[in-house]
């Protein structure tokens, strides 16, 4: 082999290299300090909300989700009132539901209501999130009884 071709190879397996190393480096500190939350996602935006204009909260209609309840995983029975959404589901001490699962984001997903209809959203987490066997990339409506995977760990929302 001539020794430019030599050459070429070396600076070719030290760029593979660098990147293999600087997207672990991204991964890691995304897992420490949470995914970038683009500004829409955020909840700066005005959304419809679980409370009536006189600022009380609103009844949730009969027959309608009123927690959420981790079934399956390292915390089973933690729970978390709808009345209180959106709800945050991840590792970090700001989460409605925080779980002690080594396969879940600091800011994994969050589960949100839109008028009669509760959505499950991820975060950009590392591992994903799944509404029944599928991964969800976009906001997803879920329902009573619909398991919603994070990590480990399965939640449901319940009556």
């Not at 071709?5 to 190393?21: E, G, N, P, Y």
């Not at 978390?80 to 879940?104: C, F, H, M, N």
């Not at 209809?117 to 969800?136: A, C, H, K, M, Q």
């Amino acid at each position: 082999m001539s020794e430019l071709t030599l050459f070429l190879i070396r600076v070719a397996f030290l760029a593979i290299l660098w990147i293999f190393v600087l997207s672990a480096i991204s991964v890691i500190r995304s897992d420490m300090f949470g995914a970038r939350v683009p500004e829409t996602a955020r909840g700066n935006a005005p959304a419809p909300s679980g409370r009536k204009s006189n600022g009380k909260p609103r009844k949730p209609r009969r027959g309608a989700p009123t927690h959420l309840l981790v079934v399956e995983g390292e915390n089973p029975g933690v729970r978390a009132e709808l009345a209180d959404a959106p709800l945050l589901i991840g590792r970090g001490s700001d989460a409605a539901i925080k779980l002690d699962d080594d396969y879940v984001s600091t800011r994994h997903a969050r589960v949100a209501a839109s008028g009669d209809e509760w959505f499950v959203e991820d975060l950009g987490s590392t591992n994903g999130t799944y509404v029944g066997p599928v991964r969800i990339t976009q906001p997803t409506t879920i329902g009573i009884g619909v398991q919603v995977r994070v990590g480990k760990t399965i939640l449901e929302l319940r009556k």
